[in-house]
């Protein structure tokens, strides 16, 4: 495995607890280049990034790749990479928040499984009983996948769904609708979660998705942390919760809140681009990846 960031900086220092876990699951881990560099908010220069994390998809010896952090600049090295070697052997690319970029993208254009999980500079891995942590080594090495996700009545929609999942975080999802990274979601569950947004943009990006036909023919909508959300002096009236709920009221396909993933330090992985079932009820939901 090796730990690299196209997107924010952050030292190696920061990333020493979560070594000391990683290796205790039997991996061997490895620093990218693009640890430690700084080039103002950015992990070094993109060019570095990019090449960084080129060399980690190219090299067949690094069987998965775990984003350090988020922030923003991913987006910036995407055109230039080449994922000709990760097509014919893929591996794992762990990672939430700003990765969306490479998990929609990857999904756009390859249908390749990815992980949205836990990443060591965020949410760090030093935490005993971290089902965040013991979800990510479960999915890195292949066993089942179930959560159940208590459930208020009046913020669900019952109701039962099987597809692929699909998904992340809403900010990054709305970024790229149009280009070539925007996901597919017919058929799917589709996945949402964000940090520390206005509402009336929650209002702006959910509406977009769902005139970008993103909720039209989905089979399960699952949101995750809905976290620390922002609004103007004049409220917008809406929680973000009522928000979503508001623009998919035409739609039949089963609908939970408060999953436990995204910007939480409950942040259990999933399996993106993997089959899953999704069963809503009043009281809980349940989402088992096959």
Not at 188 to 210: A, G, N, T
Not at 236 to 256: N, R
Request: hydrophobic share 40%; with cysteine; aromatic share 8%.
């Amino acid at each position: 495995m090796i730990i690299l960031s196209t997107a924010r900086k952050v030292s190696e220092a920061d990333l020493s607890p979560s070594i000391g876990v990683l290796e205790s699951w039997g991996l061997k881990v490895k620093m990218g280049s693009s640890i430690g560099p700084e080039d103002h908010q950015f992990a070094g220069p993109d060019a570095l990034r990019r090449e960084d994390f080129q060399r980690s998809l190219d090299n067949p010896e690094i069987k998965a790749v775990l984003f350090a952090r988020g922030g923003y600049g991913s987006v910036r090295v995407l055109d230039a990479l080449d994922w000709t070697h990760f097509q014919k052997s893929p591996k794992w690319l762990a990672g939430f928040s700003d990765v969306t970029i490479f998990h929609s993208h990857i999904q756009a254009q390859f249908g390749i499984p990815t992980l949205h999980g836990v990443m060591p500079s965020i949410f760090r891995f030093d935490e005993k009983g971290s089902l965040a942590q013991e979800t990510l080594r479960k999915a890195l090495f292949g066993e089942p996948l179930e959560y159940q996700s208590p459930q208020q009545g009046e913020l669900v929609r019952i109701g039962n769904g099987e597809g692929i999942v699909v998904g992340g975080n809403i900010s990054i999802l709305y970024s790229l609708l149009g280009s070539v990274s925007d996901i597919h979601t017919d058929g799917k569950i589709l996945f949402l979660e964000d940090l520390d947004e206005y509402l009336y943009h929650v209002d702006r990006m959910i509406i977009s998705l769902k005139r970008a036909g993103k909720f039209k023919n989905l089979k399960g909508l699952v949101i995750g942390g809905l976290t620390d959300m922002n609004d103007n002096d004049v409220p917008f009236g809406k929680t973000s919760e009522e928000i979503v709920m508001e623009h998919v009221a035409e739609y039949s396909f089963p609908v939970c809140f408060n999953f436990p993933a995204g910007h939480l330090r409950d942040n259990r992985a999933l399996r993106l681009g993997t089959e899953a079932s999704l069963s809503v009820t009043t009281k809980e939901a349940v989402l088992k990846f096959k």
